[in-house]
């Protein structure tokens, strides 16, 4: 994104191993001439660090409390500890649309 700065200390790894392997941390960065804070949660999965908004894009449920799975294809993903969407960790984007069964009477 054009005028984000990109990078920002958020801790060592010890910091994060110490911690469970994930973790929230606040972060303060600029943009456009401003400053902005936004909860990032780090992910330490297999010696990679990975780093998502906080915050499930459907729902808002905290992703530092969901399940890493891996897909088939081997990629890491989180589950939304609220509705149990998988987001990759590669690009915090939708690994799709999980279905459920329900049963309705009419």
């Not at 530092?64 to 589950?79: H, Q, R, T």
Request: charged share 25%; glycine share 12%.
């Amino acid at each position: 994104v054009d005028g984000v700065e990109r990078w920002a200390h958020v801790g060592t790894l010890a910091d994060l191993e110490s911690a469970g392997r994930r973790k929230c941390v606040e972060v303060e960065h600029k943009i456009d001439g401003g400053t902005a804070r936004r909860t990032v949660a780090l992910f330490l999965h297999k010696g990679t660090v990975y780093a998502l908004d906080s915050k499930c894009q459907h729902l808002g449920g905290p992703l530092d409390e969901g399940d890493i799975e891996e897909l088939p294809d081997g990629c890491p993903v989180v589950k939304c500890p609220w509705h149990q969407q998988r987001i990759f960790l590669e690009n915090g984007e939708s690994a799709g649309t999980d279905i459920w069964e329900m049963n309705a009477t009419t």
